[in-house]
C-alpha cells in the first residue's frame, strides 16, 4: 500500500498498479489506436495514390507518429492521465507526489513508450515493471509518474485541514515555483496525521517543515503564525492554483510558475526524517490575528538561514 497525495491535497490509500491491470490497459489502447491506424492509412493510401513514392513514404510516416505516438499523449494530457484502456481497468497515470500529469510527463511517456512498447513488443515495458518496487516501466521512470489503481474497496480519504479563515488568500503573492515535490509530500502527510501524532513531536515536526517552506520559498516567516496554520495557508494556497490551471480560469488572479528543475527533496519516512528528538513542551497556540481593516498584518523579516519557526524551550 502506498501513501499518495493528490494535487488537491488529499493522501489516497491506493495501491500501484501491476503488470497485469497495466498490460490489459495497454492492450485496450493498442488494440483502439492500432484500429484507428489501419483506417486512416486505408483512407489515405486512396487519397495519396496519385503522389510519387517518396510523398507516400512522407505521409505514412506522418499519420504513423500522428496516431500511434502524438494521439495517446494528447489523450494522457487531456484525461490527466486515464486513457480508455486505463479507464477500463480503473488506473491513472499521476505525478511522483501523486498530482496529475501535464503535457511533459505524457510527452515523455509517449516517446518512450514507442521502444518500450512497439519496438520491441511490450518485452522492455514488462521487465522494467517486474524489477521496478512500485511497477513503473522505463516511461514512467524518466518522466516522473506512476500508474495507480483508483477503484481499490475501501480506500480512505484523508482531506488537509482548512487553514484559519484570518490567513485565507494571504499567500498569494508567494513563489512556489522553488519548491520540490517531495517537500509538498512531506507537508501533506503531516497535516493529514498531524493529529494522531504526539502533540511534542508534531510541533517539532511542524517548525522544520515550515523552516524548509520558507528557505525554498525566500518569503519571511509570517509573525504569530503558528508553523501548521503556515503549512495548511501554503498548500491551500497551492490547491487553488493547481485547480486554476486544470480547468482554465484564474484563482485571484495568481498562477504558479512553471516548474523548476530544484533539487529533489528527500522522501524518507517522515517518523524517521523529524521523529526521534526530545521531547519539548507543547507549543501554546498563538492567538489568532484581528484581521485589520486596513493595513495587512506585519512580518517580522528575517536573515536568509535564520529560522523562522521553533518550538519554545
Given at each position: 500500500m502506498s501513501d499518495l497525495v493528490t494535487g488537491d491535497a488529499v493522501v489516497l490509500g491506493l495501491r500501484p498498479a501491476r503488470?497485469?491491470?497495466?498490460?490489459?490497459?495497454?492492450?485496450?489502447?493498442?488494440?483502439?489506436?492500432?484500429?484507428?491506424?489501419?483506417?486512416?492509412?486505408?483512407?489515405?493510401?486512396?487519397?495519396?495514390?496519385?503522389?510519387?513514392?517518396?510523398?507516400?513514404?512522407?505521409?505514412a510516416v506522418s499519420s504513423f507518429l500522428l496516431v500511434l505516438v502524438g494521439v495517446p499523449i494528447a489523450v494522457e494530457t487531456l484525461s490527466h492521465g486515464r486513457s480508455l484502456g486505463k479507464l477500463a481497468c480503473g488506473l491513472r497515470v499521476v505525478r511522483d507526489d501523486g498530482g496529475p500529469i501535464r503535457f511533459r510527463h505524457a510527452l515523455v511517456r509517449g516517446a518512450l513508450g514507442v521502444i518500450e512498447l512497439l519496438a520491441f513488443f511490450g518485452s522492455v515495458a514488462c521487465i522494467a515493471s517486474l524489477v521496478s518496487a512500485r511497477g513503473r516501466r522505463l516511461g514512467d521512470v524518466f518522466a516522473g509518474t506512476l500508474v495507480i489503481r483508483e477503484r481499490v474497496p475501501g480506500a480512505r480519504v484523508m482531506p488537509v485541514p482548512a487553514p484559519?479563515?484570518?490567513?485565507?488568500?494571504?499567500?498569494?503573492?508567494?513563489?512556489?515555483s522553488a519548491v520540490p515535490d517531495g517537500l509538498w509530500l512531506a507537508i501533506r502527510q503531516y497535516l493529514t496525521r498531524m493529529n494522531q501524532l504526539d502533540p511534542q513531536v508534531g510541533d517539532v515536526m511542524a517548525a522544520r517543515l515550515a523552516d524548509d517552506l520558507v528557505a525554498r520559498t525566500g518569503a519571511p516567516a509570517p509573525a504569530g503564525v503558528p508553523a501548521a496554520s503556515f503549512l495548511m495557508a501554503v498548500v491551500h494556497e497551492r490547491q487553488s492554483r493547481d485547480a486554476a490551471r486544470a480547468f482554465s480560469r484564474t484563482a485571484g488572479g495568481v498562477h504558479d510558475q512553471a516548474p523548476s528543475q530544484a533539487q529533489a527533496y528527500p522522501q524518507p519516512q517522515l517518523a524517521a526524517a523529524y521523529g526521534g528528538m526530545p521531547a519539548l513542551p507543547a507549543v501554546a497556540p498563538a492567538p489568532a490575528p484581528v484581521a485589520p481593516a486596513v493595513a495587512p498584518v506585519g512580518v517580522a523579516v528575517r536573515p536568509p538561514r535564520a529560522t523562522g519557526f521553533a518550538p519554545p524551550a
Open positions: 503488470l497485469p491491470s497495466r498490460a490489459l490497459a495497454i492492450l485496450l489502447d493498442l488494440v483502439v489506436y492500432i484500429a484507428g491506424y489501419l483506417l486512416i492509412t486505408l483512407g489515405l493510401a486512396f487519397a495519396t495514390a496519385s503522389l510519387d513514392d517518396a510523398a507516400q513514404a512522407a505521409v484559519p479563515p484570518w490567513l485565507a488568500g494571504r499567500f498569494g503573492g508567494m513563489d512556489l
